[in-house]
């Protein structure tokens, strides 16, 4: 019997606690990370896991059919498959960025909260295409617009990367708001699929992260003018995007670093076993990448207790002092989980460097290499620096 067989067989979803339910779907996608890893395949069991436990809906509010879970508890859900497969938790943060999203600005729309419910109750798989050939990684500016005539809208857009576009049941698409507007007057609109064609123009072969199937892609789409979000998106990405990106992907960091320093530590210990009375080489090591860890647990559970604090509030959530905080989250994050796999390998030695060992790290230190470059750290920092020029130093330790 499968992993996903056996999964099917146990008792619905809502029977099970949303912690119960993030194990199982991780032992799933651990059974198949390494061959999603070496095929650069789209992680189909662990998605497919993740509906049948009913977790691409968490977010969606109770009123409309979800669990109304917290960004914290779906940043532990994105950590506990981090810890399996790094592209399957991936692919689950990025749904819920996007899910945080109409979460946060769609409920007001008779539309996009029927959208949510459908999500819940069809376990749809969102995704992104807020990059484009021209501008890169800067999703505050747009090329392409919308055009909408009547009741109907059209979008073409040159995504240089939808991450598994191919395999989205839909996908949230920013563009400039008309064809007149400037690049940074920008909506975002849904798309489901049916509704929009993908010509695919490059292929996803990557260091690391190969599962997350992230092609670049034209997108042309037609669907109503009421699929476009009624906020501008300047709002959606200061109030719901910025920080649920870099708390979710530092979740998934956390992830990794989390599994590299458990094969470390159980390296250590299988050496202290054959020589109890003397200090494993790779103790000290050990000992630091332990450090290291901590730190990262720590700023990432303070940056969603700082959501968590501001989230009602959307003076706050666009304040400069909450986009430093976030932006710090994120670059810090990005180094550390860099820093523990790097430990983890100096641990384990040439038994970490091969492939297919119990103290493998390599897939571990290939995806972490994408930490710093989603969205590039250079960009974040000189969005930082610019912010620091006018901002007033907090020097409180407690506040």
């Known amino acids: ?209 190969r599962g997350t199937c992230s092609d670049g892609f034209m997108l042309r789409g037609e669907v109503a003018a009421e699929q476009i979000f ?26 990794i670093a989390v599994d590299a320093f458990a094969r470390a530590q159980s390296f250590v210990r299988a050496a202290a076993r054959k020589q109890p009375s003397a200090t494993p080489p790779g103790a000290l090591r050990l000992a630091e990448a332990g450090s290291v860890l901590q730190a990262m647990r720590s700023g990432i559970r303070s940056g969603l207790e700082r959501f968590e604090a501001a989230k009602a509030d959307p003076d706050v959530l666009s304040s400069m002092g909450f986009a430093v905080a976030m932006n710090n989250v994120k670059v810090a994050a990005s180094e550390q989980v860099l820093a523990v796999v790097d430990q983890a390998l100096l641990v384990t030695g040439i038994l970490g460097y091969k492939n297919g060992t119990p103290y493998s790290v390599g897939r571990h230190l290939r995806d972490a290499h994408s930490a710093r470059l989603m969205i590039s750290n250079d960009r974040i920092l000189a969005n930082t620096s610019n912010l620091l020029l006018v901002q007033r130093q907090d020097a409180s330790l407690l506040r």
């Open 1 to 209: 019997m499968s992993a996903i067989e056996r999964i099917d067989a146990k008792a619905p979803a809502q029977t099970e606690s949303l912690s119960e339910r993030a194990r199982e779907v991780a032992a799933v996608a651990a059974a198949h990370a390494d061959d999603v890893d070496r095929k650069a395949r789209f992680p189909h069991e662990a998605i497919a896991a993740m509906k049948v436990k009913g977790l691409l809906g968490i977010m969606v509010p109770a009123a409309l059919g979800g669990e109304g879970a917290s960004l914290a508890e779906v940043a532990e859900v994105t950590s506990a498959i981090g810890q399996a497969c790094a592209a399957s938790g991936m692919i689950f943060a990025m749904h819920q960025i996007k899910m945080s999203s109409l979460v946060s600005h769609g409920v007001e729309s008779a539309w996009h909260s029927e959208f949510m419910s459908r999500v819940a109750r069809e376990q749809l798989l969102l995704a992104s295409a807020t990059t484009e050939a021209g501008i890169g990684g800067d999703l505050r500016n747009s090329i392409c617009a919308v055009e909408v005539e009547g009741d109907k809208a059209r979008l073409e857009k040159a995504a240089t990367v939808i991450s598994y576009g191919s395999h989205a049941d839909a996908i949230l698409a920013t563009s400039r708001r008309h064809p007149d507007a400037p690049s940074s007057d920008q909506v975002m609109t849904v798309l489901v699929k049916g509704q929009y064609d993908l010509e695919k123009t490059n292929d996803w072969d990557t260091l690391g992260m």
């Open 230 to 255: 009624p906020k501008p998106f300047a709002e959606i990405a200061a109030q719901s995007m910025l920080a649920t990106s870099h708390l979710l992907w530092a979740s998934l960091w956390h992830g």
